[in-house]
Every structure is written in C-alpha cells, then in structure tokens.
C-alpha cells in the first residue's frame, strides 16, 4: 500500500532496554521527520533526514539515534529508554513543498 | 528559540458559525505556514497551507497570512461536529531545512 507506515501502534518496555520505532514510506521523499507528542508540549522534531544517509538533530535529540541507509526507512532509536520518552512518536515525510504526510504513530510507554 | 504560538482554547463554536483560530510565530525569517487538524488518536492531516500575504480559500476553510504582524489564521465557516479537532499551526523556520516549527494546538468543539 502506498503512504506512511509506522510499527509497531503500541509500545510497552522496561527502563533501560533499547527500543527502535519503525518508519517506511512508499513516495520516494527525500525528507523524513521523526516528532514526539506531549500533553503541554505539542509536536517536537526529535531528528530529520534530507535524504539517504543525511541526518540531523532537531530540538530533542538526547537518548535517540537514528539512521537512513535507504530512501524508505528511517528507524528511531531509543538506546535506553527513561520514563521520560514515554509519548506518542510521529514519523512524517515530505516532498519540496514542506506539506507533511503523518504515520498513523507509535504510543510508547516506558515503565 | 523561534515559536509558534496558539491559544490552547478549548474554543467552543454553534454548528453553522464561522471558527476562528489564530497563531503568532516569533521567526521572522518564515515564509510558509500549515494549518494541520488532528483528531483525538489520531495523527495531524495537512488542511491548508500558505506561503503569501492575504487569503486562501479552499471549500469551507480560508487562511489567512499578515508577515507584518507575523500572523496567522483559520476561518472555518459553515462549522459542522466534524470540525471538532485540535488545529495545529505550522511554520517552516528561517533557513528552511531545519523542519516545521509546530504550535501546541487550539482545541475547536463545534456544539451541535
């Protein structure tokens, strides 16, 4: 199917295990965004990617790794989770004019 | 820290009328704004975006852009139940590739 697909829906770890979130998209766009959703915070830009193998930080990178080594995926990493990165993870993509494509997200909960 | 700011409503509108959301966003080098809609669970679906001053129509929802007051806003008229979501306003930063600045959302309840 074409479009955004995000897995797994739902998330429950343990602190300090490592956790990665899944991102694939079928338009070959080049830009890839992954964002977290908090009550009182709003959407924030974890990391980016402008194309394979070209990331970058956003505003809340700490305690994430990411990765583009194709066009399609674009995993997130949490390589020891706190209860703090306990939120709703959205991956997004876009072509030049920035109109963003949301996954349907990725409730993780830390305990 | 460039910021995109939204009255957190809830805003509650009779079915029929015209809504009115605004944002103001801090980073006068932004040149393109997004008004997002999001239901509860759900994720943000793209509804208008904007990139010159004045209007822009599109069925029932009109946006607004003012640079010189670093202003934006969604009309919705004909308001139905259905519109009730969280708005998001959007902002491509100065500089552009950095990603879209999001506001935290104004919450619209459309009374039937």
């Known amino acids: 199917d074409a479009g955004i697909t995000q897995s797994p829906r739902y998330k429950i770890t343990e602190t300090g295990r490592q956790v990665t979130l899944m991102c694939h998209q079928t338009w070959s766009h080049s830009y890839m965004f992954w964002y977290r959703q908090d009550l009182g915070h709003g959407l924030r830009l974890i990391y980016y990617s402008a194309a394979a193998d070209i990331t970058d930080k956003g505003e809340v990178p700490d305690g994430y790794v990411v990765s583009r080594s194709k066009t399609e995926n674009f995993p997130l990493t949490l390589e020891s989770a706190t209860r703090s990165q306990t939120s709703v993870y959205f991956c997004a993509s876009s072509g030049v004019n920035y109109g963003y494509t949301f996954g349907s997200g990725t409730r993780l909960t830390v305990v | 820290q460039k910021e995109v700011e939204q009255n957190s409503g809830p805003l509650s509108v009779p079915e029929g009328a015209i809504a009115s959301l605004n944002c103001t966003y801090s980073d006068r080098g932004s040149q393109s704004f997004f008004w997002y809609r999001q239901y509860s669970g759900k994720s943000p679906e793209l509804i208008m975006s904007?990139?010159?001053?004045g209007d822009k129509e599109d069925g029932r929802f009109t946006a607004q852009l003012n640079k010189a007051s670093q202003y934006v806003s969604l009309l919705i008229r004909d308001s139905q139940p259905s519109d009730s979501a969280t708005y998001l306003c959007?902002?491509?930063?100065?500089?552009?590739?950095?990603?879209?600045?999001f506001g935290k959302g104004t919450h619209l309840i459309i009374q039937p």
């Open positions: 959007a902002a491509v930063p100065g500089g552009g590739a950095d990603g879209l600045t």
């Open positions: 904007i990139y010159s001053n």
